[in-house]
Each structure stands twice: as structure tokens, then as C-alpha cells.
């Protein structure tokens, strides 16, 4: 084989190993994700009961003097508790699941995409906990009374537990991907791919698609919906606020040239 030919092999097999070193580098990272999740679901697995009970208590009030959740599965009550653990598990560790994406990610990206992507994992993070913390103390209480008010004293209203963590799972994401308005708006406007006078004139069709999706993802009833869509349209004009304030990409570029 002449050297020519070695020339030319060589950065295929370059990239090969480089492709080869990033996919043992993303198993690692995954690897340490679970661990950790694995990690703090050991931790909380003793309190598998307090967790559940926690999670049921805005429904429990509701619910009549005396009445109770309804197993109707035969590993329910074992089951949907490990259910609720693990996923509690994973939002405890999610800082350190998106530290480990991050860590894996900013090696590829230029100083500005660093600069810009830091502040949108730790503030998407923040109000994705908002959502669920607003989610879990105001909507559950109030749409849990509202519809408990209206079950007939003929029926026994007692829902299975089963369905209430799929219920309540449901609930937590959308409420969590909702307050994260703020955040894609301003990234919308940073990339330059929006500005703050389309934002806004967009404003009508946004308060109309609101509705629309607080009726796709809560409960056919008005409260559920404009618990959620009223959040939906005022964190959109708190992004509008924030593109004014922080300004658009090119001012933030010439702002860094002077």
C-alpha cells in the first residue's frame, strides 16, 4: 500500500474513532443518569406510601368524609406508588440528567451558543418546576373541589389510583411545558427567526390557541381550561416584555461590537 493511500485512509479512520470515543462518552453520561435516578428512587423507596399519599392529599380533600382512592388492579396499590416514586425520583435528579446532557453538548458549541444555552437549561428548568409547583397547589385544589361539587350524593366518587396518577402525570407536564413560554419566546426573538412587533401582533391568535389547548389537555370543564390558558397568555406578553427589555440578536451583536 503506498503512502498516498495511507494519506487518505487515515482521516476516515480518524473520524471513525472520533464517532466510536463520542458514542462510549453518550453511553457513560447515560449510564450516570440512571444511576442517579436509580440512586435517588433507593433513597425514597422507604417512603413509597408518605410519597403517594402526599401526591393524593389535594384529591383526598375533596373527596367526602370517609372515602378513599380504589384499588382496582390487583398490584395497584404496590405498583402506582413505585410509579409515583420513580417519577419523583426523576424530577430530583433531573439537574444533575440535564448537567450530564449539558456536559456532553457545550464541547460542540461556539462561546455565543454557550453563552445563550446555559441560561435556557437553568431557566427552563426553574419554570418547568414552577409549572408543576402552580399545577400541583392551585389547579389540583380547585378543580378536584369544582368537580367534587357537582358529583350527585347517588354517586360514589372515588376514582381509581391507576387512572389519578395518569391524571395527574398528564396534568404536571403540560402545566410544566406551558410555563416554559417565556423562555421559547425569547429564544424565538434571540435566534432572530421572531421580533417583538410580529410577537405582538400575533397576540389574538395566540389567546384563541390558548383556549384550544387547555381544552385539548385538562378536563372538559371551564376551570381546568382557564387555569391553563390564562397562564398560557399572560406568560407569552411576560416573554413579549422580556424580548423588549433584553432587546433582539443583532442589538445584543452590536451592543458586543462597541
Known sequence: ???????????????????????????????????????????????????????????????????????TGVIAPFMVPLKVTLFVAFIIALPYVLWQMWGFIAPGLYRKEKRLALPIIISSLVMFFLGMAYCYFIVFRMVFQFIAGFSPDSVNFAPDIDSYFGFVLALFIAFGVTFEVP????????LGITTVEKLKKARPYMVVGAFVIAAIFTPPDVLSQLLLALPLVILYQVGIWLCSIFGTAKNLDEDEEE
Open 183 to 190: 423562555i421559547v419566546v425569547v429564544v424565538l426573538n434571540r
Open 1 to 71: 500500500m503506498s503512502d498516498k493511500d495511507l494519506e487518505l485512509e487515515g482521516p476516515e479512520d480518524d473520524k471513525e474513532q472520533t464517532l466510536v470515543a463520542h458514542l462510549v462518552e453518550l453511553r457513560s453520561r447515560i449510564v450516570r443518569m440512571a444511576v442517579a435516578i436509580l440512586l435517588v428512587f433507593a433513597c425514597l423507596s422507604p417512603f413509597m406510601k408518605q410519597i403517594f399519599d402526599y401526591l393524593s392529599q389535594p384529591l383526598m380533600v375533596a373527596l367526602p368524609q370517609g372515602a378513599k382512592l380504589l384499588a
